[in-house]
């Protein structure tokens, strides 16, 4: 990730609250995750909710997510829009959606994320999985993000 970081473990006490939607699995994560959920769909489609605090621009880990769907980077002035943004408690977040062309396992992936700056650190939401299920999931994901409650 361009100009992130090495973040230490993040204590229980620094991790945010969530509600969890109903049928998310906590799993767990890798490295550089917070917390990591996964979520089950008819037909074995799959999708995962990964919790991240991490650095980099906002264009940067767009592309970055962009690549992990096949798809081609944007260009700093494409970024506008390619993103919305989400009403939160304590300000906004950046959202992103995006589906590939390209089929994994015969589906189509779709993958939202939510940026959620607070305080001296960045929080990254994303949602990423086969495109129905993700479609489905889509609500419940960003009330999860705008469900968090940061410690202080």
Known sequence: MAGASAMPALSSEAKPQWQVPAGWQPTQ??????????????DSEQ????????????????????????LAPLADNQLPQAVSSLDLPEGKATVVDMTSDAANNGLKTRLVAAVVPHGQQTWFYKLMGGESLVAQQKDAFLKFVQSAKYPE
Do not use: E, M, P
């Not at 980099?56 to 096949?70: F, K, S, T």
């Open 29 to 42: 994560g890798g490295a550089f995750l917070v917390a990591k959920f996964l979520i089950s769909g008819t």
């Open 47 to 70: 999708a995962a909710v990964n919790v991240s605090a991490a650095g980099g621009d906002l264009l940067a880990n767009v592309n970055r997510w962009r690549r992990q769907l096949g």
